[in-house]
């Protein structure tokens, strides 16, 4: 069974750096870390959870235009982790931040790691 881990949440004051880390255990028939798309979602207080960034397999990435230019996917596949590196936060960054691993018509979510912005 595939289970995500988010990490490296936490309170940060605007204009500061923090990095997300996820990693990926157990496997969908044997298989591995690579075979998925990854990519992070986040959930403000009463809102929905919404698009941040995505990297696929081959480790292209794409954002939403709220974190392009500031934030920065990666993925270490010989580590099964994944990475969002956030720059510049701001207030409005604040949010539950969730991991995702997609394969074919499987998904799979962490349980997300809070992020707080704030002076």
């Known amino acids: 069974q595939v289970q995500l881990v988010e990490s490296g949440g936490g309170v940060v004051q605007p204009g500061e750096s923090l990095r997300l880390s996820c990693t990926l255990s157990?496997?969908?028939?044997?298989?591995?870390?690579?075979?998925?798309?990854m990519g992070w979602y986040r959930q403000a207080p009463g809102k929905q959870r919404d698009f941040v960034a995505h990297?696929?397999?081959?480790?292209?990435?794409s954002y939403s235009d709220s974190v392009k230019d500031r934030f920065a996917i990666s993925r270490d596949n010989a580590k099964n982790k994944m990475y969002l590196q956030m720059n510049s936060v701001k207030p409005e960054d604040t949010g539950v931040y969730f991991c995702?691993?997609?394969?074919?018509?499987?998904?799979?979510w962490g349980q997300g790691t809070q992020v707080t912005v704030s002076s």
């Open positions: 157990g496997s969908y028939f044997g298989s591995t870390f690579d075979i998925y798309a």
């Open positions: 990297i696929t397999q081959g480790a292209t990435t």
């Open positions: 995702i691993a997609g394969h074919g018509t499987e998904d799979y």
